[in-house]
């Protein structure tokens, strides 16, 4: 068994852990000792590695992340103000097909769409590969499965698998 | 009488006089929503206006007034913002789930899910039903 | 000048947060079933978080972020442990 399974969680956690606390000498070996234990235990929890193919696309993802979280902020933000265009409001559910099946990849597309306001994950079939998703100003349902299909789930192939 | 304040330069107290006050403004609405939401699966997305922006605003905002009072750089708010995104989508998953299965009465994993959202297209259509 | 900028708007930040923690409250009492009174927990216990946050700012001190930081993750444990209940019926299994 390798001395740090997860490198990368490894020196992340010493990061939040001097964060936290200080920036000395003493907080960095303490800080090294838990993390390095924390890493061992996530090893014997989960041990199959993540392989990012291409971690170069991750801030590209970031930055349109964070710009759609921004404008659909304001686009919620707006539908709660106007009481949903005066009535005119349509919520609903939509099927996603996804040919993303990386536990990771999966994951990281969750988050991405329960942190933007107005697309709630709300259950994913393994077997089929079929995602339900919420969502909560409906105009047209082929124009969500375009986003998530081509604006998201492309980038996180690319990256995971 | 508050001296930390008026040690922070003019221009950065408005970068974070907007930088708060949009985010708990953002957080307002959120709670606005979920009251005046009508099924459940709209007032789902209402909290995560307070838990993204919200809280980014309100975290920038504090960041830099005590790195500007304080001696050194505080990134500390950098660590609850990581929190709030990554936990976030764990407990709105795990509550949408909770809610489709105690709706639909089925499993969420059915054979034929269309006839689930069916289910809850006419459960949302109620409205506020007193059912527990 | 910086410091009445300041004041005022970390005043109405405040307002705004006690407001928001207000109107979750009534959804939390309101209901109408189970899961809605979880979902207002959650959002009560984040709007909480940044008052102490935005409290910590106006006194200068912080000590209140640290107590910020243990209701953002006690809170997240709190509702999965709720939503799994719901789910399951019992939390852990």
Redesign the interface.
């Known amino acids: 068994m390798r001395i740090l399974p997860h490198a990368l969680l490894t020196l992340l956690l010493v990061l ?1 852990w001097m ?2 606390t200080s920036f000395s000498p003493g907080q960095l070996i303490l800080g090294s000792v838990v993390a390095i234990f924390a890493g061992r235990a996530f090893a014997a929890l989960t041990p199959d590695r993540t392989r990012l193919r291409r971690p170069d696309l991750i801030l590209r993802l970031v930055l349109i992340v964070a710009a759609d ?2 404008r659909s ?1 304001v686009a ?2 707006r539908l ?2 106007t ?2 265009r005066h009535g005119q409001r349509h ?3 939509v ?1 996603i097909p996804l040919d993303l099946r990386e536990p990771n990849g999966l994951a990281t597309l ?2 991405i ?11 994913y ?1 393994p077997d089929s590969g ?1 995602l ?1 998703l ?1 969502v ?1 100003d409906l105009v047209d349902e082929a124009g969500w499965i375009d986003l998530v299909k081509n604006r998201y789930e492309a980038l996180l192939l690319e990256i995971f698998q | 009488m ?1 001296s ?3 040690q ?3 221009w ?3 970068v ?3 930088l ?2 949009l ?15 009508s ?17 980014a605003g ?2 920038l ?2 960041a830099l ?2 790195t500007l ?2 001696d050194r750089l ?7 913002g990581a ?20 709706n639909g009465g089925a499993r ?2 059915a054979a034929n ?2 006839s689930i ?1 069916a289910g ?2 006419a459960d ?1 259509a109620e409205g ?5 | ?3 009445t ?6 005043t ?3 307002l ?2 006690v ?3 207000l ?2 409250t ?2 939390l009492l309101r ?6 009174r ?3 927990l ?2 009560l216990y ?2 909480g ?2 008052l102490l ?2 409290t ?5 001190s ?1 000590y209140l ?1 640290e107590g ?2 243990i209701i ?2 006690l809170g ?1 444990v709190s ?2 442990a709720l ?2 209940f ?2 399951r019926g019992e939390v852990i299994e």
């Open positions: 939040v964060v936290l979280i921004a902020n919620v933000a709660i103000l009481g949903g919520s609903g559910f099927h969750a988050l769409v329960t942190a933007t306001p107005g697309t709630a994950w709300l259950d079939d079929e339900l919420h909560f | 508050t930390h304040l008026a922070v330069p003019l950065a107290a408005i974070i006089a907007v708060v006050v985010g708990s403004g953002l957080t307002l609405l959120g709670a606005l929503g979920l009251v005046r939401l099924s459940f699966f709209d007032r789902i997305h209402a909290p995560t206006l307070g838990t993204s922006w919200g809280t309100v975290m905002g504090s007034l005590f009072t304080g505080v990134i500390h708010e950098i660590v609850i929190l709030m995104m990554t936990t976030t989508p764990v407990t709105l998953m795990i509550l949408g789930r909770a809610a489709l299965s105690r969420p994993r899910p269309a959202t809850l297209d949302a506020g039903s007193d059912r527990r | 000048m910086s410091e900028i300041l004041t005022v708007a970390l109405l930040s405040q705004c947060l407001l928001a923690m109107l979750a009534l959804r209901g109408p079933r189970a899961q809605d979880v979902l207002s959650d959002a984040v709007c978080m940044l946050v935005v910590g700012m106006r006194l200068g912080s972020f910020a930081l953002g993750a997240f509702t999965v939503s799994k719901l789910l």
